[in-house]
């Protein structure tokens, strides 16, 4: 099935800098890759997502990339701040499982001011 | 609007006992439905999903089992718990006219 790696594990920023989360995942097949962040004890929320046939997406200070060809993609967050402290949750759609999403371990991201 | 209902939110039970979680989607037909299991600081686990009414799969030999009855009702079992099924269980379902998936508010189970 679908491996997804996420890394780091942990990361802890000052207010102002940037944030990259970087995963890989296995199956070729996979065409979907959202980002969710989980706040402490609560569900996990769609962030930002893309799809297969798009290199880069941006939403403020939120951005995408995908590289098909090496398998990864990564979240990249902008002038940081202290409410994006978080988990944050790489996911790659498995195609042939119910159009599941099999998610990374997680990041958890400290912004300190 | 589509929402998705899961109850209990908190839940302390003794090793042994049956569990019971539910899970219910409104606004939608014939959604993917999925159990998800967070073990403390850990990544997102994929347990069961279904595609339809009857349809089960599961992803991970375990101690649990999932049944839908009903289209837009998903639930997760158990006849005797262990200690290691404690974690926070997360439903989810999928639009299929869209990829994304939506969560429930979880539930965090304890068996003490």
């Known amino acids: 099935g679908e491996n997804v790696e996420q890394h780091p594990s942990t990361l802890s920023v000052q207010e102002g800098d940037s944030a990259v989360i970087k995963c890989t995942y296995s199956?070729?097949?996979?065409?979907?890759f959202p980002w969710y962040k989980q706040e402490l004890g609560k569900r996990p929320q769609l962030i930002i997502d893309?799809?297969?046939?798009?290199g880069e997406k941006k939403d403020q200070r939120i951005a995408v990339t995908l590289n098909k060809t090496a398998k990864h993609f990564s979240l990249h967050i902008t002038e940081t701040q202290p409410e994006d402290s978080a988990v944050y949750f790489c996911a790659a759609s498995i195609v042939n499982s119910g159009y599941a999403l099999n998610f990374g371990k997680g990041t958890s991201l400290l912004v300190t001011p | 609007s589509q929402t998705i209902h899961q109850w209990p939110a908190t839940l302390v039970q003794p090793v042994g006992s049956p569990l019971s979680l539910e899970c219910t989607v409104e606004g939608t037909s014939n959604p993917n439905l999925y159990w998800y299991r967070q073990a403390a600081g850990r990544g997102l686990q994929l347990l069961f999903y279904s595609v339809g009414i009857g349809q089960i799969s599961s992803e991970v030999p375990q101690n649990l089992s999932a049944s839908r009855p009903q289209d837009r009702q998903f639930i997760l079992s158990s006849k005797k718990l262990l200690l290691s099924d404690s974690g926070f269980y997360l439903c989810a379902w999928l639009d299929r006219g869209n990829t994304e998936a939506f969560f429930g508010q979880g539930t965090r189970l304890t068996v003490v």
């Open positions: 893309i799809r297969s046939n798009v």
């Open positions: 199956d070729s097949a996979s065409n979907y």
